[in-house]
């Protein structure tokens, strides 16, 4: 069956470590997008990416970063300069990219994120 | 930005109640979207308004897209248990090079059996 796939479920990562999150897909999307979720503040856009080789920040990127060398995955990386990383990261992909109309996303069931 | 203004924040109802909540805009949108949020795991699909006045129903849940084009809601009926979740709204304006979805801030719905 498609879908689409983060993981790992469950990371802790100490503080001052870099720490990456794997999303893949298999629906064949062109665009991926990567969200945090904190309690009360809805969903906020990291990046996302219309197609391969090609990402654009979101509204809050810093201390973010991505990279998208296949169309299938769309790996996060949570660097040291994020001052308040322990959140839900959730990944999404959608089948409109450039110049291609969105008809709404498939999320993956997120990652939680702990920094101890 | 795009501002989602949905509400109500959480609502705590008892099994059998039915529920409303909605979302709302300044901004005029092509494409109404509905999720819901199980407690740890990922927002799933459930209605997709696509004209404005558009009445769509899924099992027990029912949304509207607002004549105004400005607002949606989204109705439970006969609410059960498993209903409990995050529902979030979502828009954007469809076709050309518009490819991200702007979300609400989500309703918390508890039900008590």
């Known amino acids: 069956d498609g879908g689409i796939t983060q993981s790992p479920k469950y990371l802790f990562r100490k503080e001052g470590q870099n720490v990456t999150l794997s999303c893949e897909q298999n629906?064949?999307?062109?665009?991926m997008y990567w969200y945090r979720q904190d309690p009360g503040q809805g969903l906020r856009l990291i990046y996302y990416?219309?197609?391969?080789?090609?990402?654009q920040k979101g509204d809050i990127a810093e201390g973010y970063s991505v990279s998208r060398e296949k169309k299938e995955s769309f790996p996060l990386t949570v660097t040291s300069a994020q001052k308040n990383p322990t959140a839900f990261y959730l990944c999404?992909?959608?089948?409109?990219?450039?110049?291609?109309?969105?008809?709404?996303?498939?999320f993956g069931s997120g990652t939680r994120l702990t920094v101890v | 930005g795009q501002q989602l203004n949905q509400s109500p924040q959480s609502m705590f109802i008892q099994e059998g109640e039915d529920v409303s909540m909605n979302c709302t805009s300044s901004?005029?949108?092509?494409?109404w979207l509905w999720y819901k949020q199980d407690p740890g795991e990922g927002p799933v699909l459930l209605i997709a308004?696509?004209?404005?006045?558009e009445l769509t129903s899924n099992g027990r849940l029912t949304a509207q897209f607002g004549i105004t084009r400005k607002d949606s809601f989204l109705n439970i009926s006969a609410s059960i248990p498993s209903d409990v979740g995050i529902y979030f709204c979502?828009?954007?304006?469809?076709?050309?090079?518009?490819?991200?979805?702007?979300f609400g801030k989500g309703t918390l719905l508890t039900v008590n059996p």
């Open positions: 999404a992909s959608s089948i409109g990219g450039r110049g291609r109309e969105v008809r709404g996303y498939t």
């Open positions: 629906l064949n999307h062109d665009a």
């Open positions: 990416s219309q197609i391969v080789n090609d990402f």
């Open positions: 901004s005029i949108f092509n494409t």
């Open positions: 308004l696509y004209k404005a006045g």
């Open positions: 979502a828009t954007m304006n469809s076709g050309g090079s518009n490819y991200k979805l702007t």
